[in-house]
Every structure is written in C-alpha cells, then in structure tokens.
C-alpha cells in the first residue's frame, strides 16, 4: 500500500507543477517505497546504499515493443504501464538512446526501437509519471554506437569539424530543450557511448573531446542541474585511467565517468571497483555503471539468437537463473558503492521478443517496427554489421520480463537490495565440470563436483553421472548429464582425436620434423615465436616477403609407422598483402598428390583452416601432409599454425 501511495503522490506533485523545468525539481525528493514483501530470492543487501543512489533502467525499445503487440503485466498478472511496474519495483531512473536519425530516404526504420529524440519524449514523459527521472544517451550517430563503431550521422559526414562540433552542440541544445519544454525531468546526459577512443567518426582526442565538450556545454546551458556523463566499456582493457588523463588533459567539462560492466566479458568486480576509484579519487568525479546485465536463462524466445546461452564461451559468475540475474546486480552495485560511485543502470531489462510463433512472423514486426535490434533498411548505414545480421532481441533471456511480458520476481532486486531478503541458503544450480581427454585414454569421470548456493558460494558435492562410456569413444564434444543434490549437472567433455604429427603447432620452436621447399625466393620463412599471431601456443610458421620477391613454398611433413586407415589432415593460414593468392592443403601418398583443399589468405588473425578427409592409407605407402602457398602482390605476408593428421574413427 505504500508504493500506492508513494505513486498518488508523485501524480500530486506533478500537477501541482506550475511551468516546464519545474517538475524534475520538485520530483527529485519523493520517497521510495518501502520493503516489497513474498519475494522467495535471496537478496543479501547493499549496506549503506544512498537514498539517492541511482537504480537506473534502459528502458529504450519499449515503445517500439508495444507498437508490435508487446504487452506487460504486473505481479498480480494484470496488464500494467511498464514504467509503473519499474518504478513500483524500486527503479529510479530511465535511460534512453537518442539516434538522430536512424531512418533511411523513405522513412523505413533502422530498428533498434528507431531510438531518436520523438521515443525519448515519448519514454521520458511515462517514466516522469511515476517519479522517475531520465537519462538521456546521446549516441552522437543514425544508429548503435559502441566500441567497434562511432559512425557519424549521415547529416554530418561530410561537414568539417568546425561545422560538425556546431551542429552536435546545436543538436543537444535542441533536443534537451524539447525534452525540458514537455516537463521530462532531465537528471543526466550522456555525451556519446562506449566512446573507447572514438565518437562520432573522430579519433583523435583532441577532437574526441572537443565534441564531447560542444556537448556539454548545451546540456548546461539546457539543464543546469543536470550530470553530464562520459561513457566508456572494457574496464578490464586497462585503459580508463587514459581515458580520464585524456579528458583532464582537454580540460573536458564533466560530472560522471560512466563504465559499461558485463560480468562475461568485462573482468573481474574488483577490477572494476579498482578503476572506477581511481578515476574518482584521481580526478574527483562521480563514477557510475551505466549499463550491465545478466541472464536469467540459457533460451532464446524470438528465434533471434542471444549475445549469451548456455553455448557461449564467455566467463559464468553466476548461473543464468533468476537467482543468478539478482546476484549480478547486487554485486555489480555493491562493487559502485565500493568504488564510491553514484549509481548502476540496467541495460534493456524491459526488452523480450515480440512474441511471435516464427522467425517470419517476428521478421516482419521488425521491418514494420524498428522492433528488433536492427532491420534490413539498415544496411545503408551499417552495411558491415546491421546489413549482413539484422534480426530480432539479443537480449531476451537477460530481461525482467518473461516472454509473454509478465514480469520476473527478479526485479524485486532493485528494492531489495537495499533491505536485504536474506532467506534459506540453499542450493540453486550445479557448476558445470569440464574435462579434455585424447582418444584411447581412459574416460575417469569426477566423483564431485561444485554446487552453488544462492548467495552464489560453492561447497563440493557428490555427483552421479549417467553417462554411457561406450559412447564417449568417438572424438568430439560432449555434454554429460548428472544430478548432484537433486539438481541437473552437467560435464562438459571434449574428446580430442589423436594427432599423428610431430610438432603440429611449432611449439617445438624448430622446423623439424617440417620440411620447407622455398619455390620462389621467399625472404623470411621460418617457425616464429609471437603468441599474437599464433592460432594456439607461442609458436607459428612464418613466411614474409618485400617487393620483387616472389612467394612460392610447400610446407609438409612424412610421419612414419602409420596404419592402415583412412585419415584426415586439417592446417590453418592468416595473412595479408598477398594479392591473387593461391594456397591449398595437400596430400601425397608414394609422391603423388591424392587430394587438396583449397585455403584463403584474408586479413591479420582471421585464420582460415583447409580441411581433407577420406585418405584411404594402406601400411608402407608414404603418406605426405602439407600447405601450398603461392602470392602474387609485393610485402606478402602469412603465420601458418595448428596442423593435425588424424586416423578417422
Ligand atoms: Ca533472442
């Protein structure tokens, strides 16, 4: 009854509200609801959390949501505003990307919400309804800005500096004085996003932060009481504290140095606290996350696939259960509080798929209404991502809201964690076991394994397997299914074949047993040692020539004492600047080339692997196994790694 309450309140506050710019001003006090009560998820609490801290939501696809049939529903499962039910939920604050104009000549959609100044009107007044104050993202681009892209918008490409920094400046002023005009309480701007080293098509800092400063400047002269923030990812590369000395050094005019914190790919919480303290204390600013989040389960609902499943390679702090999305944002905010930072912004919580029953179906709510994460008409802008992956939510098994929109008792989290809901510490999930063995060797599987608690602790239990040994004799990967606890455990099994060649990946730092024909007068071609351009280990084989030089070389190797069998042989090639190449992998048996599989030379780290199977052996033929490389352009360049000849089961 409280948050009842709390809510009449705010409606009695905004119409007491006389002009535009007040509302967010007389807002910004009104209390939070009290403990929301029969959450059965263990919440261990923030201590000393500020009344103020912000418990922010990216709230941005919604409205695009909704226009495609998305509905939401409260606890109780009555259909409900959704920015009520965050708000009633403990959510203070909505973000929104503004894109300036994510729209081709005709009008279509780029998708991704078609996030531009009309959605954050749209968003930030149902978000100021019930007391939440907004925070505006300024990408700064027509459509998704982040580390791999800060293209500017098709409007600015050809302007000059001067001019572009003028029109950003102009831009902002414009669109915060629309926002302040409709009454939207404005607390904090963000002027670009994930700008790790690049915005709006620039990527010297020198210009970096001039336009980062043309920012700045509209939003105090729109909203002076508003934080700008500056809003880089990766905290785990090691460069925030470049970041921040480049923004003092250009005398940047900023409130909030804000990190992007994925906890599966972003590092450790420690690390995160460490570098977001450092910029603080170095430089005095507020440090916040701007965007995280965690899944809740493995599946995909919209036949879109996810950034995370229960397949991705990626670290796994926590089980991706409701338990696990809670653990994440309670520990993510406990690492800003620690760092004495301001706040933590959840990103997209409120996106799910548009609940079709096919790809197809769900395919033309996207064309139709920017709905999915990005629609083909997008391909003119971003030809190199959108063009080539358009499609639906990446994200909908990391929302608070299940498929049909009902929402998840998870994200009583974002009231909980400042009481606590400290229930029975009981057992939620298994850790999953990995285990790598060669073909032949015997298959022991572990008698413990590891169970997590729902304070996400660990203690070792006893598992039973149900495995069928006679199975695993084949090479490949394998999930083994147990139970420990009463709880599904899985053992993650890889079965490598056995590598007949010596010195496969020239870890052996020697070309031995390799025999190497240089056909053309190649000038370096040798086994080198560099990680970085090594598929695997520290070692590759490595080939270089400059002008005039022609590149022509085999690269092969003769095991002795085979048996009879039918094998396959597999070896990879990366390079560069090596024209019309021609490169295939080979077989000989008595000299005589049996088969070959052509290979591609593209671009530094994309390897490319060429891949013969079928060769029928016979004991005492001589079996050859090698790479054919040929190059036609001058400065051809090349790392070849990871051979293997294996018998066939
Ligand atoms: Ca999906």
Redesign the pocket.
Known sequence: MKRICAVLLILVLLAGCAGPGQTGIEMENVAPAGKLEGCSLYVKPVEGLPQDFILGMDASQVPALERSGVKYYDRDGSEQDVFRILAEHGVNMIRVRVWNDPFDAQGRGYGGGNCNLDTALEIGKRAARYGMKLLVDFHYSDFWADPGKQMAPKAWKELDFDSKQQALEDFTRDSLTALRDAGIPVAMVQVGNETNGALCGETDWKYITALMAAGSRAVREVFPEAKVAVHFANPESGAYAAYARNLSIYKLDYDVFGSSYYPYWHGSLENLTAVLKQVREKYGKDVMVLETSYAWTGE???F???TISEDSAVDKPYPYSLQGQVNSLRDVTQAVLDAGGVGVCYWEGTWI?VGGGSREENQKLWEQYGSGWASSYAGEYDPEDAGKWYG???V?NQSFFDPQGRVLESLMAFNLIRWGNETELTVQAVEDSELRITLGEPLELPERVQVILVDNSRREAPVEWDADPDRLTQPGQYTVTGRAEGLEARLLLTVENVNLLENPSFEAGVEDPWQVENLGGCRELMPEQKAGDSLTGEWHYHFWSPDAEKVEFTLEQSPEGLESGTYSFSIHIMGGDCGEAEVYAYAKLDGKTVATAPMEITAWNEWHAGEISGIQYAAGQSLTVGIYVKTDAAGAWGKIDDAALCLEP
Do not use: E, L, T, V
């Open positions: 995909d609902f919209d879109s696939g996810n798929g639906g939510c990446a909908d």
